[in-house]
T-cell receptor, first 112, second 111 residues
Framework: GAGVSQSPRYKVAKRGQDVALRCDPISGHVSLFWYQQALGQGPEFLTY????????KSGLPSDRFFAERPEGSVSTLKIQRTQQEDSAVYLC??????????FGPGTRLTVL | KQEVTQIPAALSVPEGENLVLNCSFT??????LQWFRQDPGKGLTSLLL?????REQTSGRLNASLDKSSGRSTLYIAASQPGDSATYLCAVNQAGTALIFGKGTTLSVSS
C-alpha cells in the first residue's frame, strides 16, 4: 500500500475488555514498531519487530500487553483486561531497515 | 537513559514570522535525529531527518540543525503560515531502532 494503515481508527472499550489493534505496514518493510502516545505527551516506544521476530518488547507496560507479527507483515497489538490508564493513541510505524520510520494514523483507544 | 526535551511547549505567532523550535537530548551518542509534524487526531509526518554526521538539513521553508556534541537541535521555520499550525515533535534514534521523543511544541500561527 501507499502508507502504513491502522484499524480501527477509534476504539471504545469498557474496563476489563480485551482489545486488538491492527497495523498494516508498508509493503516490504522489515521493521515494525508500536508506540503509545498519551494525551499531551510524545509517543513512547512499546515494542519492535524485525520480520516476524520480536526483538525488543522492553516498552510494554505490563503483561496485559501482547504484540505479534506471525508472517512478518501485519501486526496486532492486543491489550487484555483494559484499564483506564490504557487510554491513549497507539501508533504503528514501519521501516525498510530501522530508519527512517513511517507512521500510521494511529488508533485512539478510550477505556471507560 | 536518553531524555529529549523540547522548548517551548507552546508558541503563538502572527503569520509571516520566522521562528525557532528547540530540542535537547542528554546522550550525544545518537544515530540520527528526526523532526515530525502531528496534526490533531492524526499520525506523524516526517519533516526532516539529520544523520549524526550531518550539521543541517533543509526542506522548503524548514531548516533543521544538529549540534551532537552539545545535545541540541533546532527547527527553523521561515515566513510562518496558518497551515503550519500543528505540534512539532523531535525524536532521536540511538541504535537504528526505537525512537525517543520529546513532548512536542504546539505551534499556532494566526492570520
Amino acid at each position: 500500500g501507499a502508507g502504513v494503515s491502522q484499524s480501527p481508527r477509534y476504539k471504545v472499550a469498557k474496563r476489563g475488555q480485551d482489545v486488538a489493534l491492527r497495523c498494516d505496514p508498508i509493503s516490504g518493510h522489515v521493521s515494525l514498531f508500536w508506540y503509545q502516545q498519551a494525551l499531551g505527551q510524545g509517543p513512547e516506544f512499546l515494542t519492535y519487530f524485525q520480520n516476524e521476530a520480536q526483538l525488543d518488547k522492553s516498552g510494554l507496560p505490563s503483561d496485559r500487553f501482547f504484540a505479534e507479527r506471525p508472517e512478518g507483515s501485519v501486526s496486532t497489538l492486543k491489550i487484555q483486561r483494559t484499564q483506564q490508564e490504557d487510554s491513549a493513541v497507539y501508533l504503528c510505524a514501519s521501516s525498510l531497515n530501522g530508519t527512517p520510520q513511517f507512521f500510521g494514523p494511529g488508533t485512539r483507544l478510550t477505556v471507560l | 537513559k536518553q531524555e529529549v526535551t523540547q522548548i517551548p511547549a507552546a508558541l503563538s505567532v502572527p503569520e509571516g514570522e520566522n521562528l525557532v523550535l528547540n530540542c535537547s537530548f542528554t546522550d550525544s551518542a545518537i544515530y540520527n535525529l528526526q523532526w515530525f509534524r502531528q496534526d490533531p487526531g492524526k499520525g506523524l509526518t516526517s519533516l526532516l531527518l539529520i544523520q549524526s554526521s550531518q550539521r543541517e538539513q533543509t526542506s522548503g521553508r524548514l531548516n533543521a540543525s544538529l549540534d551532537k556534541s552539545s545535545g541540541r537541535s533546532t527547527l527553523y521555520i521561515a515566513a510562518s503560515q496558518p497551515g503550519d499550525s500543528a505540534t512539532y515533535l523531535c525524536a532521536v534514534n540511538q541504535a537504528g531502532t526505537a525512537l525517543i521523543f520529546g513532548k512536542g511544541t504546539t505551534l499556532s500561527v494566526s492570520s
